[in-house]
C-alpha cells in the first residue's frame, strides 16, 4: 500500500476474493473448499490497510474519524443483510448459492472501484525526506503515540475475542436464556456498536485530542465493567432477562466509541509514506489478540470456572485503557514532530 498503486492493488485483492468464493461454490472436497476459503482471507486481510491508506490521502484529519466510522459502519450493516439473506437463500438454492452470489458482487465490486474510485498518487518505492525505502525508515515504530495504540489494540482484542467466542453460549447455557434470547442479545450488542461507532467519530469534532484520549480511556473501562456486570449476573431469575440487554448494549455502545478514532489518530502521527505498512502491522496486532484470545482465556476457565475466567479475561480491557490513556500524554508532541516534517 506504501510502493504501489492502491486502487490497481485493491482491484486485484478484490478480484483474488471474489474468484476463491465462486470456486469455493463448486468445491467438491474439504481440501479444495479449504484452500478457497484461504484465498478469500488474504484477500479479506490485504485489503483493510490499503483501505484505510487511502482513507487518510482522501479525507482531511478533521473528518478521518468519521470517514472511518462510515467505513466500519457500512461493512457490519453490509455483513448483516448478507447474513439475512442467506438464512432465506441458502435452504432454497443450496450453500453453493450463497458463495457464488459472494463472489459475483466481489468481482463487480472490483469493476466499480477500479472505474470510479478516486486515485491519490502512490507512494514511492523512497521516502523523499529520508531518501531510505519506507521498510527501511521504521520512523513509526519509535513513535510513542503508535506504540500505544498497538498496545491497546492488542490487549483490547484479547478482551473482545471473550465476548465474540464466548459470549452467545454462556447466555444460552449458563445464564439458561435459551439460544434464541442469547441471539437476540448479541444482535442487539451488534446494533449498539454500530450507534456507539457514529458517536464516538463525533466526538472527534467536539473534543480535544488530548481530552479525547482520557474520554477512551474512561468509556474502555465503563464498558467492561458493564460486561462483566452480565457475566456476573449469570441464572437471573426470567424476570430479570432484560438486565442481560441492558448490559450487553451498554458494554457494546461505550467499548465501540474508541476504534474510529484510535486509528485517526494514528493516521495523524504516521508519515504518509508509512501509513500502509503501519495500518497493515495494526492490523496483524488486532488479529493476533483476536486468536490468541480463546487460547489465553481456556486455561483460566478450566481453573476458576467460566463466570470467574471470562472476567479475568475481560479485564485485559485494563491495560488497553491505560494504554488509551497515556496517549494524552504523548499526542500533541507527536502531532507537532508530524506537522514539521511535512512542513519540511
Not at 40 to 52: E, K, M, R, S, T
Not at 233 to 257: D, I
Not at 306 to 328: D, H, N, Q, T, Y
Request: one cysteine or more; aromatic letters at 10%.
Amino acid at each position: 500500500a506504501d510502493i504501489i498503486d492502491r486502487k490497481r492493488f485493491l482491484f486485484v485483492l478484490a478480484v483474488i476474493g471474489g474468484f476463491s468464493s465462486i470456486c469455493t461454490s463448486r468445491a467438491l472436497t474439504f481440501e479444495i473448499f479449504a484452500l478457497c476459503r484461504i484465498g478469500a482471507a488474504i484477500a479479506l486481510g490485504g485489503y483493510l490497510p490499503v483501505i484505510l491508506s487511502l482513507i487518510a490521502d482522501l479525507v482531511p484529519s478533521t473528518e478521518r474519524a468519521e470517514a472511518l466510522a462510515l467505513f466500519t459502519i457500512s461493512g457490519g450493516l453490509a455483513g448483516g443483510v448478507g447474513n439475512a439473506l442467506a438464512v432465506f437463500v441458502t435452504p432454497a438454492c443450496g450453500w453453493q448459492s450463497a458463495y457464488l452470489a459472494q463472489g459475483a458482487l466481489a468481482t463487480s465490486g472490483a469493476c466499480l472501484l477500479l472505474a470510479w474510485l478516486p486515485n491519490p498518487p502512490c507512494r514511492l518505492h523512497h521516502d523523499r525526506d529520508t531518501g531510505l525505502h519506507c521498510f527501511e525508515s521504521k520512523a513509526f515504530a519509535r513513535t510513542r503515540t503508535v506504540q500505544l495504540c498497538f498496545v491497546q489494540g492488542t490487549f483490547g482484542c484479547v478482551a473482545w475475542s471473550v465476548i465474540i467466542t464466548f459470549l452467545p453460549d454462556y447466555l444460552a447455557t449458563t445464564c439458561k436464556i435459551g439460544a434464541p434470547t442469547a441471539a437476540l442479545v448479541t444482535m442487539t450488542s451488534g446494533w449498539a456498536s454500530g450507534v456507539g461507532i457514529a458517536v464516538g467519530a463525533s466526538m472527534s469534532r467536539c473534543c480535544q485530542t488530548t481530552s479525547l484520549a482520557f474520554a477512551m480511556a474512561g468509556t474502555t473501562l465503563g464498558g467492561m465493567l458493564a460486561f462483566i456486570g452480565l457475566v456476573a449476573s449469570a441464572e437471573l431469575p426470567s424476570s430479570h432477562a432484560w438486565l442481560y440487554f441492558v448490559w450487553a448494549w451498554s458494554g457494546s455502545f461505550l467499548l465501540s466509541l474508541t476504534p474510529a478514532n484510535t486509528k485517526a489518530i494514528l493516521m495523524n502521527v504516521i508519515r504518509p509514506q508509512e501509513r500502509g505498512t503501519a495500518l497493515g502491522l495494526l492490523s496483524i496486532a488486532d488479529d493476533v489478540g483476536k486468536a490468541f484470545g480463546p487460547w489465553l482465556i481456556m486455561p483460566l476457565v478450566s481453573s476458576y470456572g467460566r463466570k470467574v475466567g471470562f472476567i479475568m479475561g475481560l479485564s485485559a480491557f485494563v491495560p488497553c485503557a491505560l494504554s488509551l490513556g497515556m496517549i494524552r500524554c504523548t499526542i500533541t508532541h507527536d502531532e507537532s514532530v508530524m506537522s514539521e516534517m511535512q512542513e519540511q
